[in-house]
């Protein structure tokens, strides 16, 4: 089988794409041409893909992006067996074109939630685009085959669709968590908390617990950031490619997680908590519904109030003065993570039913 993979959106070496769904194609034996913002991102195409350049679609600059797509999409067609898209604009590069190959459409938000998270859309414009997005979901769940990244985005279509949750690969042994690091990986935005990040820091600087942030940052959050390492607040290492970052979660003392109580936020699982808890290292996060869920579940870390740096910085203490605690919150969440939340559980079901979307006979 031949998949060809868009976006114009999503780092090239994003996680759920690249490490997760292409590597388990790969790994399947078939042939992927991945369309991503090579360029645009300063990275190049992994040696075991063939790699096409797009374009980055950013803020209100999009349409460029879609366009390029929708020629690579047309000229492609006739030597793919299927293509996945990774993002809302490219249904508009795959609409309308005649003798198509099967599109799966892979949902990774809540889409009309995640207006409020974008500075350069004016609020005014917010609802007429919010009552947009929903006319173009249900558009495309008539036309194109949807995956879901989470169980609550169910409720906002109308036939049952697959969930492909956003997992991780769980090694099989860990190292224990230490007592002198803290770490963030992810995006990094006012709303992914930020702030809380760096005023964490400088309450933890006199305790001699450093603070390490890895993760694209947004042009809003960047001053400030650049600041704190100037300040020598902290280490913040911009994006890594995930395979290279998930090894700096090592002998971490805790990991966090602090969003804020936003719509997109309140029915998705935080990919991030789990990647702490594949490493055996507790999870400190706010009180995020599927968030709380998790780390109650298994025990395997402590809850913050929204917005909090001080309770942010008086857990960690409390992990760090409690050698056992730590130790066994992250044993509990590794053994979790490695039983319930290990991609290559999910990988074969993925494969599997793009396999059959594109009539391939096993």
Same mark, same amino acid.
Do not use: C
């Given at each position: 089988?031949?998949?060809?993979v868009m976006?114009?959106?999503?780092h090239?070496?994003?996680?759920r794409?690249?490490?997760?769904?292409i590597?388990?194609?790969? !790994?399947?034996g078939?042939? &992927?041409t991945y369309?991503?913002?090579?360029?645009? *991102?300063?990275?190049?195409?992994r040696?075991?893909?063939?790699g096409i350049?797009l374009? /980055?679609?950013?803020?209100?600059k999009?349409?460029?992006?879609v366009?390029?797509?929708?020629k690579?999409?047309?000229?492609?067609?006739?030597q793919?067996?299927?293509?996945?898209?990774h993002?809302?604009?490219?249904?508009?590069?795959?609409a309308?074109? *005649?003798? /198509?190959?099967?599109?799966?459409w892979?949902?990774h938000?809540?889409?009309?939630?995640?207006?409020?998270?974008?500075p350069?859309l004016?609020a005014?414009? *917010?609802?007429?685009?919010?009552?947009?997005?929903?006319?173009l979901e249900?558009?495309?769940e008539?036309?194109?085959?949807l995956?879901?990244?989470?169980?609550?985005?169910a409720?906002?279509?109308?036939?049952?669709?697959?969930?492909?949750?956003?997992?991780?690969?769980?090694p !099989?042994?860990v190292?224990?968590?230490?007592?002198?690091r803290?770490?963030?990986?992810?995006?990094?935005?006012?709303a992914?908390?930020?702030?809380?990040a760096?005023? +964490?820091?400088r309450?933890?600087?006199?305790?001699r617990?450093?603070?390490?942030?890895?993760?694209?940052?947004?042009p809003?959050?960047?001053?400030?950031?650049?600041?704190?390492?100037?300040?020598g607040?902290?280490?913040?290492?911009?994006f890594m490619?995930n395979?290279e970052?998930? @090894?700096?979660?090592?002998g971490a003392?805790?990991?966090l997680?602090?969003l804020?109580?936003?719509?997109n936020?309140?029915?998705?699982?935080?990919? @991030?908590?789990?990647?702490?808890?594949?490493h055996?290292?507790p &999870?400190?996060?706010?009180?995020s519904p599927r968030? +709380?869920?998790?780390?109650? /579940?298994y025990?395997?870390g402590m &809850?913050?109030p929204?917005?909090?740096? @001080?309770?942010?910085?008086?857990?960690?203490?409390?992990?760090?003065d409690?050698?056992?605690? *730590?130790?066994?919150?992250?044993?509990?969440?590794y053994?979790?993570?490695?039983?319930?939340h290990?991609?290559p559980n999910?990988?074969?079901?993925?494969?599997?039913?793009l396999?059959a979307?594109?009539?391939v006979?096993?």
């Amino acid at each position: 089988m031949h998949v060809l993979v868009m976006t114009v959106v999503h780092h090239p070496e994003d996680a759920r794409i690249l490490h997760r769904q292409i590597r388990a194609l790969v !790994d399947a034996g078939h042939e &992927v041409t991945y369309a991503a913002p090579y360029t645009a *991102r300063g990275v190049m195409a992994r040696p075991w893909v063939n790699g096409i350049d797009l374009p /980055r679609a950013a803020e209100r600059k999009r349409l460029a992006a879609v366009r390029a797509a929708r020629k690579v999409f047309k000229r492609m067609r006739g030597q793919v067996d299927l293509a996945v898209i990774h993002d809302p604009e490219l249904l508009f590069a795959v609409a309308g074109v *005649r003798r /198509r190959p099967p599109v799966v459409w892979d949902v990774h938000e809540d889409t009309p939630a995640t207006l409020s998270l974008k500075p350069w859309l004016p609020a005014f414009l *917010r609802p007429p685009v919010r009552f947009m997005a929903r006319l173009l979901e249900g558009t495309a769940e008539r036309h194109l085959h949807l995956l879901l990244a989470e169980t609550a985005y169910a409720g906002r279509f109308r036939q049952a669709h697959l969930v492909v949750p956003n997992e991780t690969w769980v090694p !099989d042994d860990v190292v224990v968590p230490g007592d002198d690091r803290i770490v963030y990986l992810g995006w990094l935005s006012e709303a992914r908390g930020v702030r809380e990040a760096i005023e +964490v820091a400088r309450l933890l600087q006199p305790y001699r617990v450093s603070v390490e942030l890895i993760g694209y940052a947004d042009p809003q959050s960047r001053p400030a950031l650049n600041e704190a390492v100037t300040e020598g607040l902290l280490e913040w290492r911009d994006f890594m490619p995930n395979d290279e970052a998930l @090894k700096r979660l090592d002998g971490a003392l805790a990991g966090l997680s602090l969003l804020h109580d936003e719509p997109n936020y309140r029915h998705s699982m935080p990919t @991030k908590i789990v990647e702490y808890m594949a490493h055996g290292i507790p &999870v400190i996060t706010t009180p995020s519904p599927r968030a +709380v869920e998790l780390v109650e /579940r298994y025990n395997s870390g402590m &809850v913050v109030p929204w917005r909090d740096p @001080k309770a942010v910085a008086q857990a960690v203490l409390t992990l760090r003065d409690d050698v056992e605690e *730590r130790h066994a919150q992250g044993a509990r969440g590794y053994a979790a993570a490695r039983a319930n939340h290990h991609w290559p559980n999910s990988a074969r079901r993925f494969v599997a039913q793009l396999e059959a979307w594109a009539g391939v006979k096993n």
